[in-house]
T-cell receptor, first 112, second 110 residues
Framework: SAVISQKPSRDICQRGTSLTIQCQVDSQVTMMFWYRQQPGQSLTLIATANQGSEATYESGFVIDKFPISRPNLTFSTLTVSNMSPEDSSIYLC?????????FGQGTRLTVV | QKEVEQDPGPLSVPEGAIVSLNCTYSNSAFQYFMWYRQYSRKGPELLMYTYSSGNKEDGRFTAQVDKSSKYISLFIRDSQPSDSATYLCAMSPNDYKLSFGAGTTVTVRA
């Protein structure tokens, strides 16, 4: 398994502002993943963060909107930029052990 | 058509009942199948993990995979109020990218 600490756990933000979410893992991992979980919808992969290289974004997600940092093998941040109410969602950090994903507790974001 | 379909429920059952959850999928390349449980305001936690077709049992939980029908199931026997959660199916071909169902919300009434 993996212990993943994510913060903040929740936040309410004004539209047009940005929020940075932090993710800390208890052991070194090559890849860290960021997901979005919207009400009633599947978890959607936003991007894969590799240490020492640019993040790889999935279709529909762009770096300008969701910049990601990966400064070392146990830490990553996801920024939600220029937020709108449509960005209200749960954002989850994840790492794999083999092919099985383990998740942080999530960040519940509300944009008003 | 979504790659993974899961009935969102909600599903409400009395304590002690059998809970039956299922997902269908369209990608025949999927080989690894997982069930996650997510309590309110928590991240998903792995419940069951199976490879290819067949059954797997772990305590009160049984996971079934029928690749010929592209259908997976999770059964919870002797359900308890603590089983009240959202259950997500997930699957993968042979790499790290998982495809998730939308989740089924289950309530077990005491």
């Amino acid at each position: 398994s993996a212990v993943i600490s994510q913060k903040p756990s929740r936040d309410i933000c004004q539209r047009g502002t940005s929020l940075t979410i932090q993710c800390q893992v208890d052991s070194q991992v090559t890849m860290m993943f960021w997901y979005r979980q919207q009400p009633g919808q599947s978890l959607t992969l936003i991007a894969t963060a590799n240490q020492g290289s640019e993040a790889t974004y999935e279709s529909g997600f762009v770096i300008d909107k969701f910049p990601i940092s990966r400064p070392n093998l146990t830490f990553s941040t996801l920024t939600v930029s220029n937020m709108s109410p449509e960005d209200s969602s749960i954002y989850l950090c994840s790492v794999n052990r083999g092919l099985v994903a383990f998740f942080g507790q999530g960040t519940r974001l509300t944009v008003v | 058509q979504k790659e993974v379909e899961q009935d969102p429920g909600p599903l409400s059952v009395p304590e002690g009942a059998i809970v039956s959850l299922n997902c269908t999928y369209s990608n025949s390349a999927f080989q690894y199948f997982m069930w996650y449980r997510q309590y309110s305001r928590k991240g998903p936690e792995l419940l069951m993990y199976t490879y290819s077709s067949g059954n797997k049992e772990d305590g009160r939980f049984t996971a079934q995979v029928d690749k010929s029908s592209k259908y997976i199931s999770l059964f919870i026997r002797d359900s308890q109020p603590s089983d009240s959660a959202t259950y997500l199916c997930a699957m993968s071909p042979n790499d790290y990218k998982l495809s998730f169902g939308a989740g089924t919300t289950v309530t077990v009434r005491a």
